[in-house]
Nanobody
Framework: QAQFLESGGGLVQTGGSLRLSCAASGTIDPMGWYRQAPGQQRELVATIVGGGITNYADSVKGRFTISRDKTFKTAYLQMNNLKPEDTGVYFC????????????WGQGTQVTVSS
């Protein structure tokens, strides 16, 4: 079964930027990012399907960009103009034919935005 290796989280001030990476152990599609703030449910941030069909949560549209490499093994989440409400643990995700139609999650990476 494919596995994810996430990186790129950290501490940043309001208005700053971070870039998250998610490297899969094999070709995988779709790929996406979810996040979970303390005491909150996990929520969708962005997904990318196939050659580049993307979907974003309304709260991040215009600030975050999801992309992937041509091998379909690595996805990126460029996060600009970060806000304190973006704080949380960000999880890489996939669910499709390549995962046996089961949710596959990364271990998560912490993003903290200070005000």
């Amino acid at each position: 079964q494919a596995q994810f290796l996430e990186s790129g989280g950290g501490l940043v001030q309001t208005g700053g930027s971070l870039r998250l990476s998610c490297a899969a152990s094999g070709t995988i599609d779709p790929m996406g990012w979810y996040r979970q703030a303390p005491g909150q449910q996990r929520e969708l941030v962005a997904t990318i399907v196939g050659g580049g069909i993307t979907n974003y949560a309304d709260s991040v549209k215009g600030r975050f960009t999801i992309s992937r490499d041509k091998t379909f093994k690595t996805a990126y989440l460029q996060m600009n103009n970060l806000k304190p409400e973006d704080t949380g643990v960000y999880f890489c995700w996939s669910r499709g034919a390549t995962t046996g139609w089961r949710d596959l999650w990364g271990q998560g990476t912490q993003v903290t935005v200070s005000s």
